[in-house]
């Protein structure tokens, strides 16, 4: 067998006949096997490790109907005029979950935020190339990604949906300007309903498909001008949905919030992490492992000269990756911005090149079986990852068997210290914990109050009643114990989440997740007041005596005057 260096050349040796030189190089039959086995993952793993999908589905059942049951309908209220935008998952909750239920419809969601944006890749490279190609393969391995292991529903969604709109405007670039200009309101209109971010990226995909597959066009004025004038149309078509329905909004997204609070990647550490995100899930190593046979599919593919690249779809590319350096990590309460840009350039740049289109069969075959073991072998190591998942989500389960419905239950975590934490599921780059929203499960298993259910205006049409207002946020996160021992950190935390104030008359229990860890900040130590109801490991419950007498000098030796953030 001819060596690797061999395999990827764009030479013919002369004992090769003819039709080894063109194999058809068919790319449905893995692509159907991938969506089985996501299938088969979504449907194993109800609860698998992605951030904030418990927090969406918590919010899906309520919206399916749950809302109507006690005691809910004194807490929380629906209100569409909240939003215009990311809430596709919700409108699909409110008018489809009735019919098929929270757990199917969670489950058909999460599947389509996995498939959809490199199918969305996969047509859109179709039609560019005239077919299907054996690296249409390796587009899969952008399904999984730190805003889909993010649990951001709505915008994985929204990515597949606007590659999907792109191959079918593509289509239409050449009929009539006027029903172009109207297909793309259109689908500005849908997409902005589903996510804000998906409507730029449409654009930008169009953006590029207009600008065509050569640069020529800059060194010709008459075709600058053509250029220009169908940018100048795509834009006002694609702008005006959301331009439109921003003026007519009661909110915007991150209105809650009184200031930028912008924290940027201000370091070059930092902007490789986020650039990196387009391609990490649990453990980046392994990432990166997968990651290297699609690198060097391309490199190799470059040094023989046998790939196609489209110009347009360069630019797009290279503004997209420009906006992943230039935006901030978090703005106006809305977290992981920067994050969302390099997965929208990933997918970009994999449609903008067709590397080996012709090819003998034994490139095919190595071609095939390299992008085959890629795809699969990641796909198999998700998997196993939420699998081991698994038995925290049934720890969370467990203790909540043992809460009465009705109560408010106060959301807390044992944090490791960073040293500490392990490359498993519990975490994805490198600290980012995936379980700070498992504790929203208490809304539909237990009928419980939980303060950090997502109900931020602008943006989730679900309403916090003003009755329960004080003890609840928009938008939470998950504090360690050590905040209810620590002044310091209580101080830190109820600045901006003020329903720690007075915890003990607010809340009837503390569910502490990651509890088979030791906290950084105080280890295994509770208030005083407390009382270990259920010990399930990943998971405790402790019921809170409202009675207790304060004890303002019992502070742990260990606790730090502020978060280790």
Request: charged share 15%; net charge neutral.
């Amino acid at each position: 067998m001819a060596n690797l260096g061999q395999i990827f050349s764009a030479e013919v040796h002369g004992a090769e006949k003819l039709q080894d030189v063109t194999v058809r190089q068919a790319s449905t039959a893995p692509l159907l096997v991938f969506m089985a086995l996501v299938a088969i993952l979504v449907g194993l793993f109800k609860f698998p490790p992605l951030l904030d999908y418990a927090n969406h589905y918590a919010r899906m059942w309520l919206l399916a109907g749950g809302i109507n049951e006690a005691p809910f309908p004194g807490i929380y209220a629906i209100e569409w005029s909240r939003t215009f935008t990311n809430v596709g998952i919700d409108l699909l909750a409110r008018f489809i979950g009735p019919v098929i239920g929270a757990s199917l419809l969670a489950r058909v969601l999460l599947f389509l935020a996995i498939v959809l944006p490199p199918l969305g890749a996969i047509a859109l490279h179709r039609r560019l190339f005239g077919g299907s190609y054996y690296w249409q393969i390796g587009m899969l391995y952008f399904a999984w990604c730190a805003t889909l292991i993010g649990g951001f529903i709505n915008f994985q969604i929204g990515l597949g949906l606007a590659l999907l709109f792109a191959t079918l405007d593509h289509r239409l670039q050449s009929g009539s300007a006027v029903r172009l200009f109207l297909w793309r309101v259109a689908v500005s209109l849908l997409l902005t309903v589903v996510h804000i971010f998906s409507v730029g990226f449409f654009l930008a995909v169009v953006c590029g498909l207009e600008f065509s597959w050569r640069f020529d066009v800059l060194i010709s004025r008459p075709a600058m001008l053509r250029l220009s004038r169908r940018l100048a149309a795509a834009m006002i078509a694609c702008l005006l949905p959301p331009t439109m329905l921003a003026l007519t909004a009661a909110a915007l997204p991150g209105s809650q919030v009184e200031d930028i609070l912008a924290v940027w990647n201000d370091s070059p550490v930092l902007q490789i992490f986020n650039l990196l995100s387009a391609t990490w899930t649990y453990v980046a190593f392994v990432d990166a492992m997968f990651l290297v046979s699609i690198l060097f599919v391309c490199s190799r593919a470059i040094a023989a000269k046998n790939i196609r690249v489209h110009a347009g779809l360069v630019v797009t590319g290279a503004c997209l990756l420009a906006l992943s350096i230039l935006s901030p990590l978090h703005a106006f309460g809305t977290g992981w911005i920067s994050w969302r840009f390099p997965i929208m350039a990933a997918l970009v740049g994999m449609v903008t090149i067709c590397p080996f289109q012709k090819i003998d069969r034994r490139q095919a075959m190595v071609l095939f079986l390299v992008l085959n073991i890629t795809v699969f072998g990641r796909t198999l190591w998700i998997g196993y990852n939420w699998w081991r998942g698994q038995p925290d989500v049934a720890s969370v389960e467990k203790v909540l068997e043992a809460v009465p419905s009705g109560v408010a239950i106060l959301p807390l975590q044992h944090e490791p210290a960073f040293d500490d934490i392990k490359p498993d599921q519990r975490h994805y780059a490198f600290n980012q914990d995936t379980f700070r929203h498992l504790p929203t499960l208490a809304v539909p298993l237990a009928h419980a109050f939980v303060p950090t259910l997502f109900s931020a205006q602008g943006k989730q049409p679900l309403a916090v009643l003003p009755s329960w207002s004080d003890r609840s946020v928009p938008e939470g996160n998950l504090f360690s114990t050590g905040v209810l021992s620590c002044p310091g950190l209580m101080a830190e935390a109820t600045s901006f989440t003020p329903y720690l104030v007075d915890w003990r008359s607010k809340f009837d229990f503390i569910l502490v997740v990651n509890a088979d860890v030791v906290d950084q900040n105080v280890g295994e130590v509770m208030p005083a007041g407390t009382r270990l109801v259920q010990d399930a490991g990943f998971a405790r419950l402790y019921a809170i005596d409202r009675d207790a007498p304060p004890t303002p000098g019992a502070v742990p030796a260990s606790c730090p005057d502020s978060f280790h953030w």
